[in-house]
């Protein structure tokens, strides 16, 4: 999923001057205000986007989100990853609302739609639980 290629969107112009976002700007509020939801373990993109992850090493906080703005107003497209176990409806549910009450505080632009899609489900990691459980095993005093 791609960004939209705009520079920048004019919310407001008053006799101090105009006030505009870049795209990106609300791409990463909507990315950080879906990633703080419980039951999303991410945001993900197609295979381009794992690519250019892969050639930044900086983080990408527009990954996985499509913004589209106009001189109001916003539509927003988000792509997630859900932790198994979690009631996914809710989670999305969830998600689109925090993500309008996040855009909507901080720009004053008026969020008419947060399109979530799931793009996968995702595991606790095991290998974390596994490497403790053996720290532990092997610190604590052994009983002949």
């Known amino acids: 999923m791609e960004i939209e290629n705009i520079n920048e969107t004019n919310v407001c112009v008053n006799e101090n001057g105009k006030i505009s976002f870049a795209p990106d700007v609300i791409a990463t509020i909507a990315n950080l205000a879906a990633s ?14 794992s690519i250019s992850g892969i050639l930044n ?12 703005v106009g001189n109001e107003e916003a539509a927003i497209d988000l792509i997630i990853n859900v932790l198994y176990g979690s009631k996914i409806q809710k989670v999305c549910s969830e998600v689109q609302n925090e993500v309008k009450k996040a855009v909507e505080t901080m720009t004053g632009l008026r969020v008419v739609e947060v399109n979530v899609s799931v793009q996968a489900i995702t595991f606790e990691n095991r290998d974390n639980e596994d490497k ?10 052994r009983v002949k």
């Not at 990408?60 to 913004?67: A, D, E, F, L, S």
């Not at 403790?132 to 005093?141: I, S």
């Open 36 to 49: 703080e939801v419980a039951g999303v373990t991410g945001l993900g993109g197609g295979f381009a986007d």
């Open 57 to 68: 090493s900086k983080k990408n906080y527009t990954k996985g989100v499509r913004v589209e």
């Open 132 to 141: 403790a459980d053996k720290k532990k095993r092997e610190t604590e005093p």
